[in-house]
């Protein structure tokens, strides 16, 4: 089994015409920044029969998460779902369009909403959420238990890393 990629080639090209460069941190930021696009693109496609994007996908499961009544404040989910105001604002007002979501006033804030999911929106994604389980269990039906638990323990440390370093 060859188990070389592209980015086994674009390592070589580099390493030929700038030898002195340390591309180590590049092979593995690399093949993470395309298992990204290659996981989000199976993820989309799993969702594609129930005609859910992943974006909205992504909304509708952190409300789900949240338990009765699954809402959240748009600034709540904006947090949750890594996406400024202003994108979570244009996906709300899509999701309310769908009548996978409304808003609804804050009792205790005059100016304030929250976002609810509809009995629409929850039927969705409680399909959507075993095809989304069992797409990522697919993805890395290739590896062996311990191969998981060891690459999971390596990104987590990584990502929380990342994650305080943007802090």
């Known amino acids: 089994m060859n188990d070389r990629d592209h980015i086994d080639q674009v390592g070589e090209q580099w390493a030929r015409e700038r030898p002195e460069l340390d591309s180590s941190g590049f092979a593995l930021v690399g093949r993470l920044l395309v298992l990204g696009k290659l996981l989000e693109r199976r993820v989309g496609e799993a969702l594609a029969p129930m005609d859910l994007a992943l974006w909205a996908f992504d909304v509708l499961a952190t409300l789900r998460r949240q338990g009765p009544p699954y809402r959240l404040t748009p600034t709540e989910l904006s947090r949750a779902t890594l996406l400024t105001p202003g994108a979570m604002t244009n996906r709300v007002d899509r999701l309310v369009g769908a009548g996978l979501v409304r808003r609804e006033a804050e009792p205790t804030d005059r100016r304030g909403v929250r976002v609810v999911l509809t009995s629409k929106g929850l039927d969705l994604v409680d399909r959507a959420i075993q095809t989304r389980f ?34």
Do not use: Y
């Open 134 to 167: 069992d797409e990522a269990n697919s993805a890395v039906s290739g590896l062996s238990t311990n191969e998981r638990r060891t690459l999971e323990r390596i990104l987590r440390k990584l990502l929380a890393r990342l994650e305080r370093e943007g802090d």
